[in-house]
């Protein structure tokens, strides 16, 4: 089975703070996703990877970046924690752009005080 | 207006009966629709993926695709205590990206 690991179930940080949510996949899935998910907004794409080194913004990049130095390893950064920012965050990836299928990572919930 | 909408539930239904969730998407070239149910507390697991126009069905799961009135539905037959979740309607709007836009969801609860 496809095993997408986060770093961090729960998380606190505070207003200012630099922080980093990490996701590994272990089966060599080319797509990597980051979403964020709050109650009434649904899901919502923050930035996207199909390939090392390689990035594209989603629906709400502001406030956010991300590194993938590695196939395997897709970094999320809020490069100034804002308290707007607490909300659980998902990752996700995909074999590839053909095969849609998405397996999501348990999860970090953030909070920022 | 949304570019992918639920009925925003809670849908009540007793056990046994058949669970209608509905969704409808804005006009985009859109070629890839797929289901996920999300128990509270855990993420999103795929459980049906549809490509094509018309009915398929996978066990209790029915996906049903309508791309003329823009909307997509999954039934759930024999519906069960365990099938109480959050269910999100995803849209592709291009095989080739990957991506994913998702609607609210709507939240379940089969009542024994």
């Known amino acids: 089975d496809v095993k997408v690991t986060q770093s961090s179930r729960y998380l606190v940080k505070r207003t200012g703070e630099k922080v980093f949510l990490e996701c590994v996949q272990d089966?060599?899935?080319?797509?990597m996703f980051w979403y964020r998910q709050d109650p009434g907004l649904g899901l919502r794409l923050i930035y996207f990877?199909?390939?090392?080194?390689?990035?594209e913004k989603g629906d709400i990049p502001e406030g956010y970046s991300v590194s993938r130095e590695k196939k395997e390893r897709f970094s999320l950064i809020l490069e100034s924690a804002s308290t707007n920012q607490t909300s659980m965050y998902l990752c996700?990836?995909?074999?590839?752009?053909?095969?849609?299928?998405?397996?999501f990572g348990s999860g970090t919930q953030l909070s920022v005080l | 207006q949304k570019e992918v909408e639920q009925n925003s539930g809670p849908l009540s239904v007793p056990e046994g009966a058949i669970a209608s969730l509905n969704c409808t998407y804005s006009?985009?070239?859109?070629?890839?629709f797929f289901w996920y149910r999300q128990y509270s507390g855990k993420s999103p697991e795929l459980i049906m993926s549809?490509?094509?126009?018309g009915d398929k069905e996978d066990g209790r799961f029915t996906a049903q695709l309508n791309k003329a009135s823009q909307y997509v539905s999954l039934l759930i037959r024999d519906s069960q205590p365990s099938d109480s979740a959050t269910y999100l309607c995803?849209?592709?709007?291009?095989?080739?990206?990957?991506?994913?836009?998702f609607g609210d969801g709507t939240t379940l609860t089969v009542k024994p």
């Open positions: 996700a990836s995909s074999l590839d752009r053909v095969t849609e299928k998405l397996f």
């Open positions: 089966m060599d899935h080319e797509n």
């Open positions: 990877s199909y390939d090392v080194k390689m990035k």
């Open positions: 006009d985009r070239v859109s070629q890839s």
């Open positions: 549809i490509y094509s126009n």
């Open positions: 995803a849209v592709n709007w291009n095989t080739n990206a990957g991506k994913s836009t």
